[in-house]
């Protein structure tokens, strides 16, 4: 088993503008000593050439070039079967996510949750920019999930959240175009019986 306590998986396409950003912000904000996995499509991604040396010490940086196919979906499957730890947070490398989040999350699976929701639409939490119709449509379908089908999360559809890799190693991930990687998995989860907690985040487009 790693050193490290958590596998940060950050599914990647051309983001050189943000990549060293993100990263240097992350590493600023987050207290858990973890991998970051860094999973692009190909070689030719231009996320991988920007990228800066960073400090390891803390935070190792391994780059990867996912071989299940190209998209978020593959990327992060590909992500998950690489970690080394008992933990995995999937976060997205525009920097739409809030990193000091991430400590919240890992705490929650440490406390025995097998998924921990950083959620946009419970009370606290809150979505900044990005298309409309978009918005409505996740958090219609977060609210339908949670109101009639009884899922314990106000944001079923938002991707940044941490897993249990023993909940992870059980389930089968059917998903292999976009992210609905993450919707998939809370409705295993719900469907088991398995605990879901949430905390508020505040996502701003990029």
Same mark, same amino acid.
Do not use: C
């Given at each position: 088993m790693s050193d490290f306590k958590a596998s940060i998986i950050v599914p990647a396409r051309n983001e050189s503008t943000y990549i060293n950003v993100f990263l240097e912000r992350l590493i600023e904000n987050l207290k858990s000593p973890a991998e970051i996995l860094i999973v692009v499509d190909n070689k030719e991604?231009?996320? +991988?050439?920007?990228?800066?040396? +960073?400090?390891?010490?803390?935070?190792?940086?391994?780059?990867?070039?996912?071989?299940?196919?190209?998209?978020?979906?593959?990327a992060i499957r590909y992500g998950i079967?690489?970690?080394?730890?008992?933990?995995?947070?999937?976060?997205?490398?525009?920097?739409?996510d809030d990193p000091r989040d991430i400590d919240d999350l890992i705490l929650l699976i440490e406390r025995g949750c097998s998924i921990a929701v950083a959620s946009r639409y419970m009370p606290g939490g809150q979505q900044i920019g990005g298309a409309? +119709?978009?918005?409505?449509?996740?958090?219609?379908?977060?609210?339908?999930?949670?109101?009639?089908?009884?899922?314990?999360?106000?944001?079923?559809?938002?991707?940044?959240?941490?897993?249990?890799?023993?909940?992870?190693?059980?389930?089968?991930i059917e998903s292999r175009n976009g992210f609905e990687v993450g919707l998939e998995l809370v409705a295993k989860a719900h469907r088991n019986k398995l605990l879901i907690a949430e905390i508020p985040t505040i996502w701003i487009d990029r």
């Open positions: 991604d231009s996320t +991988f050439s920007t990228l800066k040396n +960073f400090d390891n010490s803390k935070i190792k940086v391994i780059k990867l070039i996912s071989n299940y196919g190209p998209g978020p979906a593959n079967d690489s970690a080394s730890t008992g933990i995995v947070v999937i976060t997205m490398a525009d920097g739409s409309k +119709f978009k918005k409505t449509l996740a958090k219609n379908a977060s609210r339908f999930l949670r109101l009639l089908a009884g899922v314990d999360t106000h944001d079923a559809t938002n991707s940044f959240k941490a897993y249990s890799m023993k909940f992870l190693s059980e389930v089968k």
